[in-house]
């Protein structure tokens, strides 16, 4: 039977896509592989992130997006507006919290500069001697998982889910696993590192992460994420091993705690020299952790692009196929606004932001076209 749209990947960024596109009014087909991808690995944080202009513009929308939906979410979805602090460990980190805070602030985000006392009112179990830090209050957390699922769950008439594996993509159709073809208008591919199964053309590598969790401990009052100022450098980082402190606490009492980045490397296996990196890092800052215990690690793998931008919209070789990966670990911030792009370019409605910087056409020569 033929639909409106098929989707490849159930995962945050499929699930908004399907949502979006179905309250258009068109049919949603999902088709998931269930082989486990980033949304069921990563942390659930959303943040505004600024380094690159199009990582801001996304970041920040999708973020007031989730939050004017966030009254709306099952309790499963475990939706908090959770502040982050971004911490500085010394004076050269305070200036880039100031150049923050220049820029989030004139870009209408709400946040402020702390100075020792502040932040260590806010959150006292932290290492002594750090500089202060930037808070950024629009920011938030959530369970992705269960996010994903209420996205599809919104339209039961308009979005079917099956969990069947796509193995070949053309022009309006897909073939699953048994061998049969299933027809659409269009496709939107939306299977984190996978996407390169079908287009190997697309510049999107892996890049490991690990994370752990703790057992409840309702007495520590955590009420903002913490991360370090040098994960944003960490997030930029081409090569090696990178470990950077970022520590959030969850609505059952746990805290979650990452985060490495690690390229070359697709074994899913936790790795104990990058895993003590990541719980050494954590205890630097937040050392009351070292008497806590550690019931879980895992890791997952992000989809990252050269630039750092994700690829939304059109494959510039194909007239019906869209795509929406390389997300790396802004999938769950960016996932409604990723949504809104595709349905905005598949429905041909204006844009609530500039799309161009997330055209997959910045990573090919002009002129060549399929189908």
Not at 53 to 66: A, G, I, K, R, T
Not at 189 to 199: K, L
Not at 229 to 249: D, E, F, H, K, R
Request: hydrophobic share 40%.
């Amino acid at each position: 039977m033929k639909t409106d749209v098929i989707v490849i990947g159930a995962g945050i960024i499929g699930a908004a896509c399907a949502y979006e596109l179905a309250k258009q009014g068109l049919s949603v087909q999902v088709f998931d592989a269930r082989v486990g991808g980033a949304t069921a690995a990563g942390m659930g944080h959303l943040v505004i992130m600024d380094d690159l202009q199009p990582e801001f513009d996304l970041s920040y929308w999708s973020v007031q997006l989730w939050h004017e939906l966030g009254a709306n979410l099952s309790e499963s979805c475990a939706y908090r507006k959770t502040p982050t602090l971004w911490l500085a460990s010394d004076a050269d980190e305070m200036q880039i919290a100031q150049e923050k805070y220049q820029r989030l602030s004139q870009q209408g985000v709400r946040c402020r500069l702390l100075n020792q006392a502040e932040m260590y009112a806010i959150a006292p179990q932290l290492k002594s001697g750090l500089f202060g830090a930037l808070e950024v209050l629009d920011d938030g957390i959530l369970y992705a998982p269960c996010a994903a699922e209420w996205f599809l769950q919104q339209f039961p008439d308009l979005i079917q889910v099956s969990n069947e594996k796509v193995q070949a993509v053309e022009e309006r159709r897909v073939q699953l696993a048994d061998g049969s073809w299933q027809e659409a208008d269009y496709i939107v591919v939306a299977n984190g590192i996978h996407v390169t199964d079908f287009f190997p053309e697309l510049p999107i590598e892996p890049k490991k992460g690990h994370l752990a969790i703790t057992d409840r401990y309702p007495e520590i009052k955590l009420s903002h994420t913490l991360v370090a100022l040098a994960y944003a450098a960490s997030t930029q980082a081409s090569s090696g091993i990178s470990v950077a402190c970022n520590i959030q606490p969850r609505p059952t009492g746990q805290l979650f705690l990452g985060s490495s980045r690690q390229f070359g490397t697709v074994d899913p296996k936790v790795e104990p020299e990058v895993f003590v990196r990541v719980i050494q890092e954590a205890v630097d800052y937040f050392p009351e952790l070292e008497n806590l215990n550690i019931i879980r690690a895992w890791t997952g793998f992000r989809a990252a692009s050269p630039d750092g931008i994700p690829l939304i919209g059109p494959h510039p070789h194909y007239q019906s196929i869209y795509l929406a990966a390389g997300h790396e670990g802004l999938g769950v911030t960016t996932a409604t606004g990723t949504g809104r792009l595709i349905a905005s370019h598949i429905c041909q409605r204006d844009f609530e932001i500039d799309p161009t910087p997330f055209l997959a056409q910045r990573f090919f020569a002009e002129g060549v076209q399929h189908g």
